[in-house]
């Protein structure tokens, strides 16, 4: 690094901002990967931020299969930087007790998950809860878990550690320098102003916890975060707790009741996440300098957390409190943390955002961010975490303040599968959402789209309810399922993501990023995958060409940011195109079913017998011209209708009222879902997704490999191709009529560990639970169609086995009959 006059480098190839777990886990990790020319700079001193006054807890099993392996990794690098430099790292085991029948069900889900994912757990009955800490009270308690391999951090040393390493590797730690403003030179980063002095950069990494979204104003990039209050106490020592070997109390979480323990020299620390949150000021507001600092005490609001603690632990009520915390965090809307690329900017990084579990995921995350930026591609499937999930509107802070309430409760609140955000919402509308919304739909939100899930009945209440077991709704999506099968439904799916690739080299363009060819006459549309280097999937989407130099993208809601930095982040070098997000300029219409083609005969004067499947023409439909696509997501004869947003309403119209005699109804997400897993469907990123290639997902069927076109990731394919699949993407369907199943659920091969179900719905035509399920051999063998063939599956369905019918073929009209008719 060449010095510049005021002390700093006068440049550097990668600047992180933010000196806290996160920031210094980044840096540790480039250098790991051999990027010396690094600095990071830290507006006050290391760790004074957050990091400083975080928990310290480090859970090992999360949500999902990449969560899992991140906190494990930081589990592993915690425990190798405890043997080097000592910083206060034990693993203490984890005790997770429920309270209630729902609770223990999902228990029994995650110790399930622990055995996909080769976690040691165990399942406790109170009295064993009780051995294992033996200060609680176990008469309420149905249950609870053990998790040996969970353990606890002192946030600042493990800073300083990562610090430490980084600098060992190369790294420039610069403490007391404030970031003020960032050079944009052509589309990318090109410096960083500090308030003492400029550094030229080739990289930004984000990094400035509460601060990073007003270090991404700085550069235009929308950082969606706000904070809220999180408190915890410091207890004085207690009997009960000294009686054990310093560190051997396990970590104890008592999610009904919100809150958590953790042991600290004798003492206890009582802290929770309470189901409405405080929030702090506004993300632009947050003072500066704000340096190991707290906010004031707030009793009135901790109460309901000391309340809760008190019944668990009764000791509570005779002991003192040493020191009451209260330290905002930042919390992004959906409860996930933020890490990638800015999609409107090259070289701008973020990892932000980590909403109270930074220090359990920053060894994880910093070395996926690192081996991102190193690599240009995400290693592993970090959609979830993805910080292209969000788009501009996302930064609103009104939506983010009324949102962040919810967000810091739903940490300990029961994670049903289908749950739905109430706060913030509605959000972003269709142009016939007041007709859907009169018609009694209960909404979910994707991208902030309000969709309906379902119908319910007249009169009848549409709230969404939430249970293991089936819920009330679920007649009502059957009803719409086979609706759709034996008559016509619409569907309002106006959510999807929609582009047009224009220009002089758009088809050279799709023809790389695409897997299937796209090469078709105007006119013809195409499904297909979209890959990385190493041949697994970054979206899937639909193609239709209009015209030589111009094709409309159809993709998923949730994609929308992702697919447009897709397109333009990897189109080949010297190439000439153009993307256009054109999702809001269109409402989308499914008219699916049997009787579809009589309907839309109805309405227009196009000839539907000549309009084979794959067709998209421009029709005349009632006063209306729409692009009509000869397509279906539901496994029957039907068109997506692509309706000019000021159009929308009367076309929505006159399809009810012209299909009132065959049978019409509305019909939601829910439904669909069904249907297409009826079907065998793939969802991204639920059933593929960066960690799967079109090998194991089944689809080589829409990869041009019988053609000399290359296409990004392409090698990758063909090798996966000839070395066999070790994971594969299969249907199945419940041998028993009554379990609901909500994907996440282990199966089991034989009796072992031998998958996951990806997704999962009630199927109304099969009479059961359907859905998806990512096979694997437990030797490591070829997962090859004899290998399915050869033997008996069970799914774990909340701690029960039951016996299910794996198939490689559609469970529903597997020759695909009925949507040629």
Request: net charge negative; with cysteine.
């Amino acid at each position: 690094m060449a010095e510049s006059t005021q002390g700093l480098p006068a440049r550097a190839q990668v600047v992180i901002v933010g000196g806290g777990v996160i920031g210094t886990s980044v840096a540790y990790h480039l250098t790991r990967l051999g990027w010396t020319d690094v600095l990071l700079l830290e507006q006050g001193r290391l760790s004074s931020g957050t990091t400083w006054h975080a928990a310290g807890l480090v859970g090992q099993l999360r949500a999902s299969e990449s969560g899992t392996r991140l906190v494990q990794y930081s589990s592993e690098l915690y425990e190798q930087l405890e043997q080097e430099t000592g910083i206060g790292y034990r693993r203490c085991g984890g005790l997770t007790v429920a309270r209630t029948p729902d609770r223990m069900t999902q228990l029994r889900r995650t110790a399930a998950s622990a055995d996909a994912f080769g976690l040691e757990c165990e399942l406790l009955t109170p009295d064993q809860a009780g051995e294992r800490y033996p200060a609680i009270r176990t008469d309420d308690l149905v249950g609870a878990i053990w998790l040996p391999g969970d353990g606890r951090a002192n946030p600042t040393d493990l800073t300083q550690a990562l610090a430490r390493g980084a600098r060992h590797g190369g790294a420039t730690i610069v403490e007391k320098v404030r970031v003020t403003g960032i050079r944009v030179t052509d589309g990318r980063v090109t410096a960083v102003s500090t308030d003492q002095g400029d550094v030229a950069c080739e990289v930004l990494v984000n990094c400035a916890g509460q601060w990073a979204a007003q270090v991404g104003a700085m550069a235009g990039v929308t950082v969606p975060l706000h904070s809220a209050e999180h408190f915890y106490v410091v207890t004085e020592p207690m009997e009960q707790i000294t009686s054990f070997s310093s560190g051997d109390l396990p970590i104890l979480r008592d999610p009904d009741g919100y809150t958590y323990f953790k042991e600290e020299v004798g003492a206890l620390v009582v802290g929770g996440f309470e189901p409405e949150a405080k929030p702090w000021v506004s993300p632009d507001a947050i003072p500066y300098p704000f340096e190991f600092q707290l906010l004031e005490e707030d009793w009135e609001h901790f109460s309901v957390l000391m309340d809760s603690a008190i019944h668990r632990i009764p000791a509570l009520a005779e002991t003192g409190v040493r020191k009451f915390y209260n330290g905002p965090e930042s919390f992004t809307p959906d409860n996930q943390f933020l890490l990638g690329p800015a999609p409107a900017l090259r070289n701008f990084w973020v990892g932000a955002g980590f909403n109270s579990v930074g220090i359990a995921s920053a060894g994880g995350a910093g070395r996926a961010l690192a081996e991102w930026i190193v690599g240009g591609e995400s290693p592993m499937d970090l959609t979830g975490v993805d910080i292209r999930r969000f788009a501009r509107f996302n930064g609103n802070t009104r939506w983010l303040r009324d949102r962040v309430g919810e967000v810091l409760g739903l940490h300990y609140e029961i994670p049903w599968p289908n749950r739905e955000m109430r706060t913030a919402r509605p959000f972003r509308r269709s142009p016939v959402h007041a007709r859907v919304e009169a018609a009694n739909a209960s909404f979910g939100s994707k991208m902030g789209w309000e969709r309906p899930n379902y119908f319910a009945p007249p009169g009848t209440s549409s709230e969404p309810s939430y249970s293991w077991s089936r819920p009330a709704w679920v007649p009502w999506v059957a009803a719409e399922h086979r609706n759709t099968r034996e008559h016509v439904t619409v569907f309002d799916q106006t959510s999807f993501s929609k582009y047009l690739v224009t220009g002089p080299d758009a088809e050279r363009v799709l023809q790389w990023l695409c897997t299937a060819d796209v090469g078709v006459e105007p006119g013809r549309t195409v499904y297909t995958g979209m890959l990385n280097s190493r041949g697994t999937y970054e979206s899937d989407v639909t193609v239709t060409r209009l015209a030589a130099d111009e094709f409309f993208l159809v993709s998923s809601a949730a994609t929308t940011e992702r697919d447009q930095d897709l397109l333009r982040r990897h189109a080949p070098s010297g190439t000439s195109s153009t993307v256009v997000d054109v999702t809001s300029a269109y409402g989308v219409f499914g008219v699916m079913g049997p009787r579809s083609r009589e309907l839309l005969s109805r309405l227009t004067s196009a000839d539907l017998d000549d309009f084979g499947f794959g067709t998209s023409r421009e029709i005349s439909l009632g006063y209306a011209t729409v692009r009509a696509t000869r397509i279906t997501y539901v496994g029957e004869l039907g068109w997506e209708l692509y309706v000019p947003a000021e159009f929308a309403a009367g076309v929505y119209d006159d399809l009810l009222a012209a299909g009132a005699d065959l049978g019409i109804v509305q019909g939601g997400y829910y439904a669909i879902d069904s249907l297409r897993l009826e079907k065998g469907y793939r969802a991204f990123p639920r059933d593929i997704n960066p960690d799967l290639n079109p090998v194991e997902a089944g689809l080589l069927f829409a990869c041009k490999l019988g053609t000399d076109i290359d296409f990004l990731g392409r090698a990758a394919v063909e090798k996966a191709r000839a070395s066999g699949a070790r994971r594969r993407l299969v249907s199945f369907a419940l041998e028993d009529a009554d379990p609901m199943l909500w994907g996440g659920e282990l199966v089991l091969r034989d009796g072992r560990p031998a998958g996951l179900v990806t997704s999962a719905a009630w199927g109304a035509t099969v009479g059961a639970a359907v859905g998806l399920a990512l096979l694997w051999d437990p030797d490591g063998g070829v997962t090859d169609p004899a290998w399915v063939r050869a033997s008996s599956y069970e799914v774990n369905v909340g701690g029960d086995l039951h016996p299910v019918r794996v198939s490689l073929r559609p469970l529903v009209d597997p020759d695909g009959e009925r949507i040629r008719t």
